[in-house]
């Protein structure tokens, strides 16, 4: 029987049979039902399986097959089954809904918490590195959240709340595509765009100390004036600089691998970020990135740097 609504957890969402199947493999057309769903504005596709439920493992391939295909989220419609399979499925990160008492939809969440709420006035750390991965690394125009999600080193929820807040504060929209997919648009590009956004940028620098040394094989990423040497005509500083992302530093901090951190002076100086180096989701980046570094270096009174920064700025190849 086919359905026509599913109840999560109290919400009822209206559901139709999915008819265009292109690009679906044979087996998943014979092991499963499929439904388009809408919630918040936002596609869902749900998956029903037509015998037994599948394994995690079968499921967690299948969800990153089809997502990534279709550039929408993956739910199971799955019969009742042990708390183990539960965790299982949760820890693998597959969406599913369990008759109608257990759910793992992290991105409803995300997506309702877009309703009845004040709207951003400045840009989160996702929703400025999504602006300057579009700017600096690869355009994002026409893709969706699902898709972005997986060019930067953050989940589906965050990224999509990340877009939310772009358009929040009016630097991008989000549009709805004939296949009922919301991408991504920029209506300014390059240049245009990062002066745009610059009142409603924020500094990714949370805090700057010195230390002798850091006991970590790990190399990090170059930061400060050292950073702006490598792109600019600037002579570097003697000591070294490295940038850390918040979740490094509490790491390193919990295993005592800082030699002598004080604020005024040692061998390197450590910067700790909101958000990791712009680039590559596997990607290892020598430098940080050049937008996030002229934010960290905005409040510098030297007009040398503040010279080197708009030279930076000016040689910098926008990516949209």
């Not at 850091?214 to 040497?229: E, K, V």
């Not at 905005?298 to 080197?308: A, G, L």
Request: charge should be neutral; aromatic fraction near 10%.
């Amino acid at each position: 029987m086919k359905l026509k609504e599913i109840n999560i957890l109290g919400r009822k969402i209206e559901v139709t049979p999915k008819i265009d199947l292109k690009g679906l493999s044979v087996g998943e057309k014979l092991s499963y039902t499929f439904y388009n769903g809408i919630y918040q504005g936002g596609s869902l596709l749900f998956l029903e399986p037509r015998k037994d439920n599948p394994t995690p493992k079968e499921c967690q391939i299948t969800s990153s097959r089809i997502s990534g295909l279709l550039g929408i989220p993956v739910v199971f419609i799955l019969k009742p089954g042990p708390t183990y399979e539960r965790q299982r499925l949760m820890d693998k990160g597959v969406y599913f809904i369990m008759s109608d008492r257990y759910a793992h939809l992290p991105m409803l969440v995300a997506l309702e918490k877009t309703s009845n709420r004040r709207k951003y006035t400045v840009l989160t750390p996702v929703a400025q590195y999504i602006l300057l991965y579009h700017l600096q690394e690869s355009s994002l125009s026409g893709l969706s959240a699902m898709e972005i999600a997986e060019l930067i080193p953050y989940s589906y929820e965050s990224t999509a709340l990340g877009i939310t807040c772009l358009e929040d504060v009016g630097l991008c929209k989000k549009v709805l595509t004939d296949q009922r997919k919301k991408i991504l648009h920029f209506d300014l590009k390059g240049e245009d765009l990062w002066n745009n956004a610059k009142s409603y940028l924020i500094t990714p620098l949370e805090q700057r100390f010195f230390c002798d040394e850091i006991r970590s094989d790990t190399d990090y990423p170059t930061c400060g004036t050292n950073a702006l040497a490598h792109y600019t005509r600037l002579n570097p500083d003697p000591e070294k600089m490295f940038m850390l992302c918040s979740k490094e530093y509490r790491s390193l901090k919990a295993a005592e691998s800082f030699v002598n951190p004080n604020k005024y002076d040692g061998n390197i100086m450590v910067e700790v970020w909101k958000y990791p180096p712009v680039g590559g989701i596997n990607e290892h980046r020598q430098w940080v990135d050049r937008l996030s570094l002229a934010l960290t270096l905005q409040t510098e009174n030297d007009p040398r740097i503040e010279k080197e920064v708009e030279r930076m700025i000016r040689e910098i190849q926008w990516k949209d």
